[in-house]
């Protein structure tokens, strides 16, 4: 198998399922080293708890991204109201009073 870094959790799937078929299909031939149905089923079971943990983080990944959309959005609204509202307490206060408002400016 190759390196992780090289290798797609598919690719891992589809190599791990090849495995376990292998196992299953060719029992007699693998039994000498040891590798019976038990090893197959907890290939295969692995590969249950892959899938499902795979199928969550896309789903979370999906929400993330709807998430940071809502937020991006929020913000731009938050800077768009705040940049008014700044105009117009400068038009209605003196420089000196903007300090009250957060306002630094010097013009």
Known sequence: MASKAN?????????????????????DSVAKVGLTADKAAEIEALL???????????????????????LDSVQKTLRSTVAETRKLVKIAVDKAG??????????
């Open 48 to 70: 249950s708890k892959l899938t499902t943990l795979d199928n969550q983080q896309e789903e979370l990944k999906a929400q993330l991204k709807e998430k940071t959309a809502e």
């Open 7 to 27: 290798t797609s959790l598919s690719s891992e799937i589809t190599t791990a399922r090849l495995l376990a078929e292998g196992i299953k299909n060719r029992a």
């Open 98 to 107: 903007w300090v009250a408002f957060g306002i630094s400016d010097k013009q």
